[in-house]
C-alpha cells in the first residue's frame, strides 16, 4: 500500500533492526500495554513470527520519498462473519505530529472499504492518548464510546475510546 508519502510494506529480514528500534522505544508504548522488549532475543523470536504469520498484523511504514523507516500500521485483526476489521499504528516519536498517523490511517481506511469491501473500521485508543484520538476523528471515525479501563499498564486501569467508520459514512 502506498499513499503520497508512505509505503506500507510486509517485514522483511531487513527490517529486524528497525523492527528492534520501535519496539524498545518507551515513548512509543506510553499509551499501550505492549511493554518494551528487554532483550534482543525475545524481539528477535517475536519478529521471526510475524515474518511467517497471518496476514492480518501490522507491517513496517517507510516514508516514499526516502525509505526511512518510521513506525509500523495495519489492519491488525480482520472478522469476516461480521464483515468488520481493526486497524492500527504506531510510529517512532521523530515522526509525530507530521500527518503520517492521519495519511496511513486514510489509506487503511479506503483499502478496507474499497478493496476488502469490509462494512466497519473500529480503532481504539487510549483517551489519555489526545494525539491518536484526533488522528482517528480526522480520519473520520466517531467516537462510540468509552470503555472504562479497559486497560491496565503499569499497574493503573485506564479509559480507552471506542472508534469506528462504517461504510455508510465512508461512501
Same mark, same amino acid.
Do not use: C, M
Given at each position: 500500500m502506498q499513499t503520497d508519502r =508512505?509505503?506500507?510494506?510486509?517485514?522483511?529480514?531487513?527490517? $529486524?533492526?528497525? $523492527?528492534?528500534?520501535?519496539? &524498545? +522505544?518507551?515513548?512509543v508504548w506510553e499509551y499501550s500495554t505492549f511493554a518494551p522488549y528487554q532483550s534482543e532475543e525475545k524481539a528477535l523470536e517475536d519478529f521471526n513470527i510475524i515474518l511467517i504469520?497471518?496476514?492480518?498484523?501490522f507491517n513496517a511504514l517507510? &516514508?516514499?520519498?526516502?525509505?526511512?523507516? !518510521?513506525?509500523e500500521a495495519g489492519i491488525i485483526s480482520l472478522n469476516p462473519n461480521a464483515n468488520r476489521c481493526v486497524i492500527g499504528y504506531n510510529?517512532?516519536?521523530?515522526?509525530?505530529?507530521?500527518?503520517? +498517523?492521519?495519511? !496511513?490511517?486514510? +489509506?487503511?481506511? &479506503?483499502? +478496507?472499504?474499497?478493496? =476488502?469491501?469490509?462494512?466497519r473500521v473500529e480503532a481504539i485508543a487510549m483517551l489519555l492518548n489526545t494525539s491518536s484520538c484526533k488522528v482517528l476523528l480526522k480520519s473520520g471515525f466517531t467516537l462510540e464510546g468509552v470503555l472504562r479501563h $479497559?486497560?491496565?499498564?503499569?499497574?493503573?486501569y485506564y479509559?480507552?475510546?471506542?472508534?469506528?467508520?462504517?461504510?455508510?459514512d465512508y461512501f
Open positions: =508512505l509505503l506500507l510494506k510486509n517485514y522483511t529480514h531487513d527490517d $529486524f533492526k528497525s $523492527f528492534f528500534l520501535l519496539k &524498545t +522505544a518507551d515513548k504469520s497471518k496476514p492480518y498484523q517507510f &516514508t516514499k520519498e526516502s525509505n526511512i523507516f !518510521i513506525g510510529l517512532l516519536p521523530d515522526y509525530w505530529g507530521r500527518g503520517y +498517523a492521519t495519511e !496511513i490511517t486514510k +489509506a487503511l481506511v &479506503t483499502y +478496507a472499504f474499497e478493496t =476488502l469491501d469490509i462494512e $479497559f486497560i491496565k499498564i503499569r499497574g493503573d479509559d480507552v475510546g471506542y472508534y469506528s467508520i462504517i461504510s455508510g
